[in-house]
């Protein structure tokens, strides 16, 4: 009896052992501050951009809202980029972020450093809303 006491007692800490550092890990993660830096505005690189944003990427499938009146999944006309919420076929709630340059509700008052900086090695947030 106590040696099966003891291996319990043995596996627990074991797993809050591996389960502490794991979860400041996951809730946590290493971030940096976004690089002081001005993006290129010619017309080729924004073109440039919106071809990576569209074609390459596909970001308008999650950051922007469906028209339900259509089959299929195309996107609100004059809402390209204006975010969207997943709800029902996940747990919870997953929210695309707005990513229009309006200062108000999408990222138009980021710097460049922010809109620019690969997003999973720089935090890009400038609040909470942005970032999760």
């Not at 993660?29 to 002081?36: E, L, N, Q, V």
């Not at 951009?49 to 970001?59: K, P, V």
């Not at 108000?104 to 909470?128: F, K, M, N, Y």
């Amino acid at each position: 009896m106590i040696k099966k006491l003891l291996i319990v007692l043995g596996v627990l800490v074991v797993a809050i052992a591996a389960g502490v550092p794991g979860w400041f890990y996951l809730a946590h993660p290493k971030t940096r501050p976004a690089p002081d830096m001005e993006a290129q505005d010619s017309p080729s690189a924004v073109e440039r951009g919106r071809y990576l944003a569209e074609a390459m990427t596909g970001c308008p499938a999650c950051h922007s809202p469906i028209d339900e009146s259509r089959p299929g999944d195309f996107p609100v006309a004059d809402m390209l980029y204006a975010g969207r919420t997943f709800t029902g076929a996940f747990p919870g709630t997953i929210v695309a972020p707005n990513l229009t340059p309006d200062p108000e509700t999408g990222i138009g008052a980021w710097t460049d450093g922010e809109t620019c900086a690969p997003s999973a090695r720089v935090s890009a947030a400038t609040d909470a809303r942005s970032s999760r």
